[in-house]
């Protein structure tokens, strides 16, 4: 295995870290005493569990419409920061997956939804947060921004890479 691969991979394990810490914990330490109780509850009451799915924002774009007529601090911070806090999980997937000749762009979305999904319902059976619809949209969106970003730069690099070096180039011609 490269360098590459293994310091990108390290990155990887410590940004989910931090992406697990502040989505689920919102920044503090987990309570593992309170999660135990909280998932035995869920097991003895899964309607608990719907219920908080239930309670949630199920509506596509409503959270999302809400926030950018409200134009408040927090409902921006909400918007944009669910966004944001997953573009990093695409440029690293991408990265990861651009020497193996895989299909990036399929595994960023299917990874981002799917780990975005995962956190959500977390939130819901935990009864740490609220499932939102609109925190899926965000968060695999900002995941697919991070994928085209790591493609922009990569081409970017590519094309820089091509480009004849004529201030090095010593050969002269004759007529």
């Not at 999660?35 to 509506?59: D, S, Y």
């Not at 090095?168 to 004759?174: A, E, Q, W």
């Amino acid at each position: 295995m490269k360098l590459r691969t293994i310091v990108l991979q390290a990155i990887l394990a410590v940004y989910l870290y931090f992406l697990v810490k502040i989505i689920l914990f919102k920044g503090h330490s987990a309570d593992v005493s309170l999660l135990t109780e909280q998932l035995k509850i869920g097991f003895q009451e899964p309607a608990r569990i719907l219920t908080r799915i239930k309670q949630g924002n199920l509506i596509p774009l409503h959270e999302i419409t809400s926030a950018l007529n409200a134009g408040t601090g927090h409902s921006s911070m909400n918007l944009y920061g669910n966004f944001l806090i997953f573009v990093p999980l695409g440029l690293l997937l991408a990265a990861l997956g651009a020497r193996k000749g895989t299909r990036s762009a399929k595994n960023v979305l299917a990874i981002s939804f799917f780990l975005s999904l995962a956190l959500e319902m977390s939130q819901a059976i935990f009864s740490i947060g609220s499932f939102d619809v609109d925190d899926l949209i965000l968060n695999t969106a900002g995941g697919m921004a991070g994928c085209a970003l790591y493609a922009l730069f990569a081409k970017a690099g590519r094309k820089k890479a091509d480009e004849p070096d004529y201030e090095s180039d010593t050969t002269v011609k004759s007529s």
